[in-house]
C-alpha cells in the first residue's frame, strides 16, 4: 500500500509539474498570467482526437498539428488580445480567463461530451514494482516531464530565443538596449507555454476522457503548484509539485478519492495567507526590499 | 554622424527636453554634462529609441502621455520613428545609468544575451576581446551579476553594450556610484575605446571634473535646456561650470 503510494504520488507529482511548467514560463518571462491555460489543454486534447478520428490522420500527425495549433492560438492571443491591455495586470487576466470559458463551453455546445473521446496511449502494457503495478503510460508521463524540465533548463541557457528569455523576464528595458524585442520575446513565451499545454494534454489526457470540466481542474491544479512554489521560480514549481502531489495521493489512498481536488484549494488558500509570495521566492521578497 | 535638431521632449504636460540640438561627429567623444533631473537620461532614451518603447507601453495601459518632436540623424538617415532594436542593428548601443545587468544570470550569460543580435562566432570573438579590456572580469565570468560590486557590475554592463557591436556608443552616467579610483580607471578605458578600436562616444555625467579632460566638445545641460557648449576645454575654463561642478 504505502509503495503503491509513494510510486503514484511521484507519478502524481509529474503530472503537476507537467500541468504548471506551460503556466509558469509565460508568465515568468512576459508577465503575463494566462488564464486561458486549461481551455488551451482541453482544446488540444479534443483537436487530437478530431483530427484522428474525424479527419483520419496518423497518430502522431495528430499529435503534430496539436501542439502547432496550441502555439498558434498562444500567440493569437498574444498578438490579439494581450498586447492591447499589457501592463494591466487585472484586464489581462480577465482577458484571458474570458476566453478560455469561451473556448471551453463551445466544445460542450458543439456537444463534445461524453466517453466516447479519449486519446490513445503511448505504450500499452504494464510492469511490476514487487506487488505494484504500473502501466507504461504513467512511466511515459513521468519520463516526459523530466525530459521537458530538462529541455527547458538548457533550452533557456544555450540558445538566443532561451536567453532572449531569461534577460526579459529579469529586466524587459535593459534586455531592449541590446536589441532583444520584448513584445516578440512575449508572444513567443506564450506560444511556448501553450505548447507545453498540449504536449501535457497529450501524454496525460490518455489516462481518462477528455471533458470540458478538465479544462477547470487544469487551471486550478497549474493555479496551485504555481502559487505554492512562486511564481516564476522553475524550483518553486518542482518542490510544489511534488508537495502537493504527494499529499494528493495520500488523501486519494488513505482518506476519500474526492477529496484529492480539495488538496489544491487548501493549498492556494494557505500559502496565499501565510506566504503570498510563494514557498520559494526569496530572491523576488530581496528585490523588493532594496 | 549624429545629429539632433530642435529635439523636444514631453512627459504629459512637463518638458523634459527644450529645443535640444546636437551633433556627434565620427570618433569623436562628446559629453553631455548635466546635474540631476536634467534631461540626460531622457535624451539618452531618446537616442536609443527606448522612448518609442516607453512611448508605446504607457499608451498601452492608458498612462503617461509621451510626445518627441524634432529629427535624430543617424548617418545623414532620419532615425527618430526607429524601433530600438533596429538602431541597435544600425550600431547605437545605450548602456543605461545604475549598472544595467541581469542579476540571476552568470557574467558570461550576460555577455551571451548582449550578443543577442550577433552571430555566435562573432559574439565569441567580443566576449574574449572584452576580457582583454577588462581583465577582472575573466575570473567572475560564472559569478552571477547580481553578487557583483558596483564598479564590476559597471565594467559588465560596458562589457556588454561592447558584445553589442556598438559604432556609436551611448553611456548613461557610467561613473555613477564608483570611488574616485574607479572613475578614473573608466574614464581611461572610455578613452582607449575611442583611440583603439573607433568607437564614437556620447556620454552623459554629472561629474564634469574627471570627464571633461576626455571629451572633445561638451554639453551643458540645465532643467532640459542646452545653456552651454563647448570643447572640453572651453568648458574647464569657463567660470560658470568652474562654480556650479568644480565648486571654486
Given at each position: 500500500m504505502l509503495l503503491g503510494t509513494l510510486i503514484y504520488g511521484f507519478i502524481n507529482s509529474c503530472i503537476l509539474a507537467l500541468l504548471a511548467l506551460g503556466f509558469n514560463l509565460t508568465f515568468g518571462i512576459s508577465g503575463v498570467a494566462n488564464f486561458a491555460y486549461g481551455a488551451i489543454y482541453i482544446f488540444s486534447g479534443f483537436l487530437t482526437w478530431i483530427t484522428m478520428n474525424?479527419?483520419?490522420?496518423p497518430y502522431l500527425l495528430s499529435v503534430f498539428i496539436s501542439i502547432l495549433c496550441a502555439a498558434l492560438i498562444g500567440l493569437l492571443i498574444y498578438y490579439i488580445v494581450i498586447l492591447r491591455v499589457k501592463g494591466l495586470a487585472l484586464s489581462e487576466v480577465m482577458a484571458t480567463f474570458g476566453l478560455g470559458i469561451a473556448i471551453m463551453e463551445l466544445f460542450r455546445y458543439f456537444d463534445f461530451v461524453g466517453f466516447k473521446y479519449t486519446l490513445p496511449v503511448f505504450f500499452d502494457g504494464s510492469i511490476g514494482f514487487g506487488e505494484v503495478y504500473v502501466d507504461y503510460q504513467r512511466l511515459f508521463i513521468a519520463l516526459i516531464a523530466v525530459a521537458l524540465t530538462l529541455f527547458l533548463y538548457f533550452f533557456t541557457r544555450h540558445s538566443k530565443i532561451g536567453l532572449a528569455f531569461r534577460a526579459i523576464a529579469q529586466d524587459e528595458r535593459t534586455a531592449l538596449t541590446f536589441g532583444i524585442d520584448s513584445d516578440r520575446i512575449g508572444a513567443l513565451s506564450m506560444a511556448f507555454g501553450a505548447a507545453l499545454a498540449a504536449i501535457a494534454a497529450i501524454v496525460i489526457l490518455p489516462l481518462g476522457t477528455i471533458a470540458v470540466e478538465g479544462g477547470y481542474e487544469v487551471l486550478i491544479n497549474a493555479l496551485a503548484v504555481c502559487i505554492v512554489g512562486g511564481l516564476g521560480s522553475t524550483v518553486g514549481i518542482l518542490v510544489a509539485s511534488v508537495l502537493i502531489g504527494y499529499a494528493q495521493t495520500f488523501t486519494a489512498n488513505y482518506l476519500e478519492p474526492h477529496w484529492m481536488m480539495l488538496v489544491s484549494l487548501i493549498a492556494i488558500a494557505v500559502v496565499l495567507t501565510i506566504k503570498p509570495s510563494g514557498l520559494f521566492s526569496r530572491q523576488k521578497e530581496l528585490e523588493e526590499r532594496i | 554622424m549624429l545629429s539632433v535638431n530642435n529635439l523636444m521632449v514631453f512627459f504629459e504636460n512637463a518638458?523634459?527636453?527644450?529645443d535640444f540640438s546636437m551633433e556627434v561627429k565620427e570618433g569623436q567623444i562628446v559629453g553631455v554634462i548635466g546635474s540631476n533631473s536634467a534631461g540626460k537620461t531622457t535624451l539618452m532614451n531618446t537616442l536609443s529609441g527606448l522612448i518609442i518603447d516607453m512611448r508605446i507601453k504607457e499608451k498601452r495601459k492608458g498612462g503617461e502621455r509621451i510626445t518627441v518632436y524634432g529629427e535624430v540623424l543617424f548617418r545623414g538617415e532620419d532615425i527618430s520613428e526607429t524601433r530600438p532594436n533596429e538602431r541597435v542593428k544600425k550600431g547605437i548601443v545605450l548602456c543605461r545609468e545604475?549598472?544595467?545587468?541581469?542579476?540571476?544570470?552568470?557574467v558570461y550569460e550576460n555577455l551571451k544575451i548582449a550578443g543577442y543580435l550577433r552571430k555566435k562566432s562573432q559574439v565569441r570573438e567580443m566576449i574574449l576581446q572584452v576580457f582583454d579590456l577588462f581583465p577582472a572580469l575573466v575570473d567572475l565570468k560564472?559569478?552571477?551579476?547580481?553578487?557583483?560590486?558596483g564598479g564590476e557590475q559597471q565594467m559588465l554592463a560596458i562589457a556588454m553594450a561592447l558584445v553589442a557591436g556598438p559604432k556609436l556608443l551611448l553611456l548613461d552616467e557610467p561613473l555613477l556610484g564608483l570611488s574616485p579610483m574607479m572613475q578614473n580607471l573608466f574614464v581611461d578605458c572610455i578613452k582607449s575605446l575611442r583611440n583603439e578600436s573607433g568607437i564614437t562616444v556620447l556620454l552623459s555625467e554629472q561629474f564634469a571634473r574627471p570627464v571633461l579632460p576626455i571629451i572633445d566638445y561638451g554639453y551643458v545641460l540645465e532643467n532640459g535646456m542646452l545653456t552651454l557648449t563647448g570643447t572640453g576645454q572651453d568648458l574647464m575654463d569657463n567660470p560658470e561650470i568652474k562654480a556650479a561642478y568644480f565648486g571654486v
Open positions: 474525424s479527419i483520419g490522420l | 518638458l523634459a527636453l527644450n545604475r549598472h544595467p545587468v541581469f542579476p540571476e544570470s552568470s560564472s559569478r552571477k551579476a547580481g553578487f557583483l560590486s
